[in-house]
């Protein structure tokens, strides 16, 4: 069974500009969460949504958007990259409600220039 | 406040030796979930284990090990024997319970420990 995806891998993007990443969660996870990690530290979360419906926010600035789809993939925009957005942003998903376990995908690595 | 801390920053160690990576945490919730990730280089986080706050009994899992104590609010983890293959960023988190009885989406991580296994 696949694992949870993200795409792209790896890019790089300029200041100013926008960037959208998407994930795709294991099939029958309906939970998915966004999560910063930047070099030498944890990740932090941003966001949660499940079935659809934003449930959780981390502490991040306005210009951080995100949606979930009826098919439960999600994506991660960002508008307006500072050089501070460059980071590895990571994807995770799970079941909601049984006490369950957080699987992550291997993440976007977004270098801003 | 919900808060991990990894004292540990990077430990290094030569093939086959034991060792724990330390993990203490603070949370006012009664019900809580602790976990245990590991961070190749490649950047995926490859989960290890789940506990939860009622559930105090320690665990083995083939060379790896938790010792889960409220009475410190510690979750160390050791690994037996270690290999080259351990070598890895290792995050502790904390997740608190959903209404539901369910873990939430958010965790709290710690800033990790750099394992370096050498041979």
């Known amino acids: 069974d696949a694992g949870v995806t993200q795409s792209p891998t790896h890019l790089i993007k300029t200041r100013g500009q926008h960037v959208t990443l998407r994930c795709s969660p294991i099939?029958?996870?309906?939970?998915v969460s966004w999560y910063q990690q930047v070099l030498g530290q944890g990740p932090q979360f941003i966001f949660q949504?499940?079935?659809?419906?934003?449930?959780g926010r981390g502490n991040f600035p306005d210009r951080f958007s995100a949606r979930q789809f009826p098919n439960y993939s999600s994506e991660l925009n960002v508008n307006a990259l500072l050089l501070g957005d460059s980071a590895l942003y990571l994807c995770?998903?799970?079941?909601?409600?049984?006490?369950?376990?957080?699987?992550f995908g291997e993440g976007s690595w977004l270098t801003v220039v | 406040a919900q808060k991990v801390t990894q004292a540990q920053t990077e430990i290094s160690v030569v093939e086959k030796e034991d060792v724990t990576l330390d993990c203490v945490y603070e949370t006012r919730d009664t019900t809580y979930y602790l976990f245990w990730y590991k961070q190749p280089p490649s950047g995926e986080l490859v989960f290890l284990i789940r506990?939860?706050?009622?559930?105090?009994q320690n665990e083995i899992s083939g060379r790896y090990s938790w010792n889960f104590q409220k009475s410190t609010s510690s979750f160390n983890f050791t690994i037996t024997a270690s290999q080259v293959v351990d070598s890895a960023v290792y995050f502790c988190?904390?997740?608190?319970?959903?209404?539901?009885?369910?873990?939430?989406?958010?965790?709290?991580f710690g800033k990790g420990t750099k394992l370096s296994v050498k041979p």
């Open positions: 988190a904390l997740s608190e319970a959903a209404l539901n009885g369910g873990s939430q989406g958010n965790l709290i």
């Open positions: 506990r939860n706050s009622f559930d105090e």
């Open positions: 099939s029958g996870h309906k939970s």
């Open positions: 949504y499940y079935e659809k419906e934003e449930r």
């Open positions: 995770a998903s799970s079941l909601q409600g049984t006490g369950n376990t957080i699987y």
